[in-house]
């Protein structure tokens, strides 16, 4: 049982930036992996960034179009990340998910309810 709240999306302009947000709730949740995705009706989900923790710290991951604009962040109890999107190109436009995965031999995935970002021309 996971609960996640997503927040920060909104209508930017080409260059603009966007700082999302998601708070989960539920569960342990330090040990766990938490990033987000995103999709537009009709299109194929794809993989923005993601948290992964590890006996050294948490770790990032990212696409490569997210990779030099894009900036992920774990907060130290693990159930808050958030993602500083700056450079917003309006192929940047859709709808953009929270996911938290618990590893093991059978992985879980939990979604968010996701928030909009337009980005204009």
């Known amino acids: 049982q996971v609960q996640m709240v997503e927040s920060g999306g909104g209508v930017v302009q080409a260059g603009g930036s966007l700082r999302l947000s998601c708070v989960a709730s539920?569960?342990?949740?330090?040990?766990?992996?938490m990033g987000w995705y995103r999709q537009a009706p009709g299109k194929e989900r794809e993989f923005v960034a993601m948290?992964?923790?590890?006996?050294?710290?948490?770790?990032?991951d990212y696409d490569d179009f997210a990779k030099d604009r894009f900036t992920i962040s774990r907060d130290n109890a693990g159930n808050t990340t958030n993602l500083e999107m700056n450079n917003l190109k309006p192929e940047d436009t859709t709808i953009y998910y929270c996911?938290?995965?618990?590893?093991?031999?059978?992985?879980?995935?939990?979604w968010g309810q996701g928030t909009q970002v337009t980005v204009s021309s």
């Open positions: 948290t992964r923790w590890t006996w050294r710290g948490y770790t990032s």
């Open positions: 539920g569960r342990t949740l330090v040990n766990v992996d």
């Open positions: 996911n938290i995965r618990v590893p093991g031999a059978v992985p879980v995935d939990y």
